[in-house]
């Protein structure tokens, strides 16, 4: 099991227990987190999954593919921290992992 | 592959059988049912090509759930279909979106597109996806009054632009293109990206590059935060780069932050609606309107599951029910492809 945390833009948390070997993303919409919207489920083709991964954690996640950051170019308000959650990959070394939601995905 | 593409004369009335809204895979498999039961159609698409979400979001990535074909990328399984359906003969109407769809009082519809094309036709298949590909909107607080005037998605003149401050978002092909194509004749052209790497032709990035070093234009690596003006006029954005905000002179912004599906005027039909879907029936896939059928991932009913071959099956049951509106004394005989030489015959086989 994976605890996963998100925070939304007004401060508010939700955390939702998940699997090892699902996305992010597929965790989110599995858990109705508000503000991932993953039009185009998971292909990786329109930047509607886009969080922001807390400083402590970046590292564990990791850095965009090409496809991914190419991607983001069509995602609003993009920072270091930005990821598409469809491109991570659950493992239970991100067991405690916290995202925010961003102000909004287009 | 032979398309039949039209660019109708605008005013132009065609009257026929049937018309498709939409060409991704249930549209199109939408022309072979309706085909083998002798209805005639018409298929437009918003996009510039067929395919639908199989070509514009995954062009290049397999599909394993298409019986028999164990993985087929997306633009190989619409090939197919196109190949597949080629037989029948359908005309397409592409970089056309259908804004007016009503009743007529002879109970036959009449569609028109926002190109100004006209058709009068006895059934109508809604095969319309997730909805209209459309630019995507910046969230920034206020853009809805700029748009059409001074924020632009497409440029349709441009001479419009002449002498104006410009200011184009974007690292793709679509960014590129417009910067090389406004700069000569805009006052000034600002180029503004997230990053310092574009995802476009190498000698469009080339080219850009050049016009940046010889001074022709600005290349400014950061995102907008917001824009200002008064009325429906924009006078300037607030661009955060990483030495910090500044504000830059804007007459017109271009934003190219690719495509988004949005229900659109689907919505203005009078047809009864469920969360953005059209709830249809499971017989015929007939929405609230007869003679107005919903296939593929626009409908929805009990047990829905928004896959291309549940789109497959929607179209079968509905081309039976729409040969009854265009045949309606002509009685529809089940027959298989395998052993029917009438099919065969329509299909060119025999």
């Known amino acids: 099991m994976v605890k996963i ?19 992010l993303m ?3 919409k599995m858990n109705d987190v508000p503000g991932i919207e993953a039009e185009c489920g998971g292909a990786c083709a329109c930047a509607t999954c886009h969080v922001y991964v807390d400083d402590a954690w970046r590292e564990k996640t990791g850095t965009p593919s090409q496809m991914e950051e190419d991607m983001l170019d069509f995602a609003f308000d993009v920072r270091e921290a930005s990821r598409l959650s469809c491109q991570i990959k659950l493992t239970p070394e991100l067991d405690g992992l916290i995202v925010r939601v961003p102000e909004k995905q287009f | 592959m032979n398309l039949n593409v039209s660019p109708s004369p605008a005013g132009a009335v065609i009257e026929t059988d049937a018309v498709i809204i939409g060409a991704g895979p249930a549209g199109l498999f939408s022309v072979f049912e309706l085909g ?3 209805i005639k159609a018409h298929v437009v698409d918003i996009l510039d090509k067929p395919g639908g979400q199989c070509a514009e979001l995954y062009p290049e990535k397999p599909i394993y759930d298409i019986p028999g074909l164990p993985s087929v990328t997306g633009q190989d399984l619409i090939n ?13 109407h592409f970089s056309e979106r259908v804004e007016v769809l009503e009743r007529l009082p002879d ?16 059934v109508v298949v809604i095969a319309a996806g997730g909805g209209s590909f459309m630019p995507k909107r910046p969230p920034l607080t206020g853009i809805e009054a700029y748009e059409g005037t001074s924020v632009l998605y497409s440029v349709r003149r441009m001479e419009a632009l002449r002498d104006k401050s410009v200011l184009i978002v974007g690292g793709g092909d679509s960014a590129l293109d417009w910067t090389l194509n406004l700069q000569p004749l805009a006052k000034s052209l600002t180029l503004l990206h997230r990053r310092d790497e ?41 661009v955060k780069t990483k030495d910090g905000e500044e504000r830059i002179d804007v007459d017109v912004m271009l934003p190219f932050f690719g495509l988004t599906m949005k229900l ?12 953005n879907l059209i709830p249809v029936d499971t017989e015929k896939f007939e929405t609230s309107e007869k003679g107005i059928f919903a296939v593929g991932d626009i409908n929805t009913y009990p047990g829905k599951l928004k896959l291309i071959l549940s789109g497959f099956h929607e179209v079968a049951l509905m081309a039976q029910q729409a040969a009854k509106y265009v045949y309606p004394d002509k009685k529809v005989l089940f027959q ?6 009438s099919l065969q015959k329509k299909l060119g086989v025999n």
Do not use: N
């Open chain 1, 5 to 23: 945390t998100f925070i939304q833009p007004d401060g508010s948390e939700q955390v939702v227990e998940t699997e090892p070997g699902l996305t």
């Open chain 1, 26 to 28: 597929e965790s989110a």
């Open chain 2, 36 to 38: 083998l039961v002798d």
């Open chain 2, 80 to 92: 197919r279909l196109l190949q597949q359906i080629e037989p029948f003969g359908a005309q397409f």
């Open chain 2, 107 to 122: 109970e036959r519809f009449r569609l028109k597109t926002d190109a100004g094309t006209e058709f009068i036709t006895k």
């Open chain 2, 198 to 238: 574009f995802r476009a032709a190498p000698h469009s990035v080339e080219k850009m590059r050049q016009l940046v070093a010889s001074g022709a234009i600005r290349l400014m690596i950061g995102q907008v935060s917001a824009i200002h003006g008064t009325g429906d006029a924009l006078e300037a954005a607030t």
């Open chain 2, 264 to 275: 659109g005027p689907v919505a203005d039909w009078g047809l009864q609606l469920h969360e």
């Open chain 2, 336 to 341: 298989y492809t395998t052993s029917s030489s």
